[in-house]
Structures are given as C-alpha cells and as structure tokens.
C-alpha cells in the first residue's frame, strides 16, 4: 500500500467543491488515514513547492494557495500516488480529459482545485509537512 498526500485547494474549498472531491477519492477506494481544515502560511507554501520558488510564476502561486483554508487529506490506497494523479488530470483545467477532477470543475492552471504528490519522494516528503505522526491512523 501506498500513501499520498492531496490537497483540496483554496479555489476548491470556496467554491464549496470540497465535499463532491474528496467524495471522487472515497468513491474509488482509497482510504483515508488524515484529515484537516487548515490554512497554509507563506512559509509552509515555500517548503511544499520548494521546486518552484524560483520559478516566475511562484508569487501567483504563493498568493493562490495562500488565498483561504485548504483541505489537506493523507490517503492509502494501492499505487495511491498514480491513482491520485489520473484523477486529478493535467495540470492545466483546459487541457484535462473529462471524467478527471480538473476536467470537470475547473478552466484554470493556476486555480486547479486539487493537489497531489507526483511521486513516492513526493509523498514521503509532503506528508510530514502537513501531519504529524500522531495525527495519522
Ligand atoms: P500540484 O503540484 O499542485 O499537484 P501539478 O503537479 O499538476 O500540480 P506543478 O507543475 O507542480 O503542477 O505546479 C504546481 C502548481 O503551480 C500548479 O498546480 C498550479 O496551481 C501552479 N502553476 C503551475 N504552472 C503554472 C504557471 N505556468 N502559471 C501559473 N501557475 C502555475
Ligand atoms: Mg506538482
């Protein structure tokens, strides 16, 4: 079994998606193992997203994920992390395949409702900056 960390986005959880999202994810089995309501700092943005501070569009980012509470949600599941992401879609809401979250709900690239790390490093790294241990069953 694998674990993975998603984000149910600020733009997600204001648009009052939070619920039918982490709905698709129980719906296809995972399992969840932690679950908070909590906002993300500036300084907690910059240490999830440490591969794109340098990037010109980081301070859009920072100021996206920054923007309202997020939905932080630590899944188990076999192969959670790839099952995660083809749900998700791609990046970019205009160019995801109907049937994934992206492309159904939303038209953005930055506002894409959902988060999930892209790979078993990811995950292993992403899942402590949001849990505690003792917050995991
Ligand atoms: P995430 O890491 O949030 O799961 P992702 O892996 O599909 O998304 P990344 O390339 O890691 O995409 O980019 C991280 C996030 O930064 C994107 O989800 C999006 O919100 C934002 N982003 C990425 N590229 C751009 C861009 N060119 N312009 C604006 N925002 C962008
Ligand atoms: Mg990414």
Redesign the pocket.
Known sequence: LERTLILIKPDAVQRRLAGTILSRFENKGLKIVGLKLMQVTKELSAEH?A??VEKP?YP??EE?ITSGPVIAIAAEGPEAISVVRSM?G??NGRESAPGTIRGDFGVS????L???S?GPEAAAREIPIYFKPEELV
């Open positions: 997203y591969e794109h569009f859009l980012l996206f998700m791609s990046t690239r930055q506002m894409n959902v988060h999930g892209d």
